[in-house]
Nanobody, 121 residues
Framework: QVQLVESGGGLVQSGGSLRLSCAASGRIAYSNTMGWYRQAPGKQRELVAEITSGDSTNYADSMKGRFTISRNNAKNTVYLQMNSLKPEDTAVYYC???????????????WGQGAQVTVSS
């Protein structure tokens, strides 16, 4: 099992910045991807950004240039630096970890409890 604990959410004015952190513990595979998703009221959960254990990154188009994902493998922690925040960024942000395992080949998917980010206009 893997546990994910998020921190850093809160209320910020439009144009401001926030940094989210997610610390993972438990059985973390050597090959994994950590990422952030978000879900606004009445909307589906969507990918914000993800980063592999080899530090390859992937961003949703609307977050490119404003958000930066990074990780510290020694601490099993992933970060999301969010700049130039807009009211439409208001959502619950969820940390995600996917383990990629072999013998047999399979993927394990874990979620954090979510962190509320509210951007006021």
């Amino acid at each position: 099992q893997v546990q994910l604990v998020e921190s850093g959410g809160g209320l910020v004015q439009s144009g401001g910045s926030l940094r989210l952190s997610c610390a993972a513990s438990g059985r973390i595979a050597y090959s994994n991807t950590m990422g952030w998703y978000r879900q606004a009221p009445g909307k589906q959960r969507e990918l914000v950004a993800e980063i592999t254990s080899g530090d390859s990154t992937n961003y949703a188009d609307s977050m490119k240039g404003r958000f930066t994902i990074s990780r510290n493998n020694a601490k099993n922690t992933v970060y999301l630096q969010m700049n130039s925040l807009k009211p439409e960024d208001t959502a619950v942000y969820y940390c995600n970890l996917r383990n990629f395992l072999t013998l047999p080949i399979r993927e394990q998917n874990y979620w954090g409890q979510g962190a509320q980010v509210t951007v006021s206009s």
